[in-house]
């Protein structure tokens, strides 16, 4: 059982957090955006793992519109050769009767990557596409959750777009205040210590 936790529950648009003690390589270090959380299980994408792979080179139509660094981001390690993308609105706009466009939470949504860019591309503050997924089966997720795995979060939809030159996981880890912002200071390796 973990020694620090979090009050918040598990919906689309929080966080999961690593643990510091989560070593799978699948998951270490990382911050998984929930899209979808219901009795079949949950779903969520991986924010801070970029590949090489420019969106261009798979989405043609979709390429000019990414956010910063225009590469696919490694979702997870379910159905990698699954596209799903997430939004987040610019400020005025809803996700509300727009054809494209599925709300998650607030100001991000999921995108059809089969529709045309154009119209939808004014509405949104920034675009990332994600090869793959995580998921978690009934029960799983709370068992890991349990372990110690993950310190459940609320997201901001800036995570949803942070640059990954940027310590997501840290930065999100040290916004929670004490005692989560103190994991924050682990380090990568602990021979490093």
Not at 29 to 44: K, M
Not at 57 to 75: A, I, N, R
Not at 145 to 150: A, C, L, V
Not at 157 to 171: E, H, K, S, T
Request: hydrophobic share 45%; aromatic share 4%; net charge negative.
């Amino acid at each position: 059982m973990s020694v620090v936790s979090s009050e918040v529950s598990v919906e689309p648009g929080t966080l999961l957090v690593a643990a510091p003690s989560l070593l799978d390589q699948n998951f270490r270090r990382t911050v998984v955006f929930v899209i979808d959380h219901r009795g079949e299980g949950t779903l969520g994408v991986v924010l801070n793992r970029p590949s090489e792979v420019p969106v261009g080179e798979v989405l043609p139509s979709w390429g000019p519109h990414v956010t910063d660094p225009g590469s696919v981001f490694v979702g997870g390690p379910v159905e990698q050769k699954t596209a799903l993308c997430l939004a987040a609105m610019r400020t005025g706009e809803s996700v509300d009767g727009v054809h494209g466009l599925i709300g998650v939470r607030g100001p991000v949504a999921l995108v059809d990557l089969d529709a045309d860019p154009e119209p939808l591309v004014p509405k949104l503050r920034g675009v990332r596409v994600f090869a793959g997924y995580a998921g978690w089966e009934v029960g799983q997720l709370a068992g890991e959750i349990d372990r110690g795995d993950w310190i459940v979060v609320p997201a901001l939809p800036a995570d949803v777009l942070a640059p990954p030159g940027q310590d997501l996981w840290g930065r999100v880890l040290r916004r929670q205040g004490m005692p989560l912002a103190l994991l924050a200071t682990h380090p990568g390796d602990v021979r490093q210590n």
